[in-house]
C-alpha cells in the first residue's frame, strides 16, 4: 500500500498592528478571513424515506456552505466546516471541505487538505506570495488509528496582521 500524504495549510489572523493601518483584505478560496462568513449555512442530508437529518449536512452542496460546529463552552471561538460543490471545489484540495476557525463571530482560521508532496513548492509559494513568509514549517509523520500506513505532512503557518476594530 502506498503512502498517504497531504499538506495541511493553516491560517489565522493576528491580532496586533495599529488601528490606523491600513485594511488589507485576505481571502483563500473566496472566503474573507477578520469577516463574518458570508456564505449560507449547508443544508441537512435528506434521509431515505424523506427524514431530514439534525446532524449530517449534504455530501455535494449546490453552493458554497459552511457547517456551524457546536459551541461546547463559553469560549469566543468554534470550529466548523466550509463545504465546496464536488464540481467547483478548488483543484488543488484532496476532498472537498476543510475547518473554520470562527472567533468572535469573525473567520479567523481555515484548514485544508491538499493533494500531496508534489504540489508543496506550489502552494508553499502562493502562500508565500499573498501571505508573506511562513511563521512556521513542519513536516509531520503520522500513523492514524494505529494503522501501518505512514501519513505524511508539512504544515505552514502564517500569522496574518490586520488592524482590529
Not at 483543484?91 to 472537498?96: E, G, V, Y
Not at 508532496?117 to 513548492?121: G, L, P, R
Given at each position: 500500500m502506498y503512502p498517504t500524504r497531504c499538506i495541511l495549510a493553516v491560517l489565522s489572523l493576528g491580532l496586533l498592528t495599529a488601528a490606523t493601518a491600513p485594511?488589507?483584505?485576505w481571502t483563500v478560496f473566496g472566503l474573507e478571513l477578520g469577516k463574518p462568513?458570508?456564505?449560507p449555512v449547508c443544508q441537512h442530508?435528506?434521509?431515505p424515506g424523506g427524514l431530514v437529518s439534525n446532524y449530517t449536512y449534504e455530501d455535494d452542496p449546490r453552493e458554497t456552505c459552511h457547517e456551524p460546529d457546536i459551541q461546547l463552552s463559553d469560549a469566543p471561538w468554534r470550529r466548523g466546516n466550509?463545504?465546496?460543490?464536488?464540481?467547483?471545489?478548488?483543484?488543488?484540495?484532496?476532498?472537498?471541505?476543510?475547518?473554520?476557525?470562527?472567533v468572535d463571530g469573525k473567520l479567523e482560521g481555515l484548514q485544508f487538505d491538499t493533494l500531496g508532496?508534489?504540489?508543496?513548492?506550489g502552494i508553499i509559494s502562493e502562500l508565500t506570495a499573498k501571505f508573506g513568509?511562513?511563521?512556521?514549517?513542519?513536516?509531520?509523520?503520522?500513523?492514524p488509528s494505529g494503522v501501518p500506513e505512514l501519513r505524511e505532512k508539512i504544515r505552514g503557518r502564517h500569522r496574518l496582521r490586520t488592524s482590529r476594530r
Open positions: 485594511q488589507q483584505q462568513l458570508s456564505i442530508k435528506v434521509l466550509v463545504d465546496f460543490p464536488l464540481q467547483r471545489m478548488p483543484l488543488i484540495l484532496h476532498i472537498n471541505s476543510g475547518y473554520t476557525l470562527i508532496y508534489a504540489n508543496t513548492d513568509r511562513p511563521t512556521s514549517v513542519a513536516r509531520i509523520t503520522a500513523s
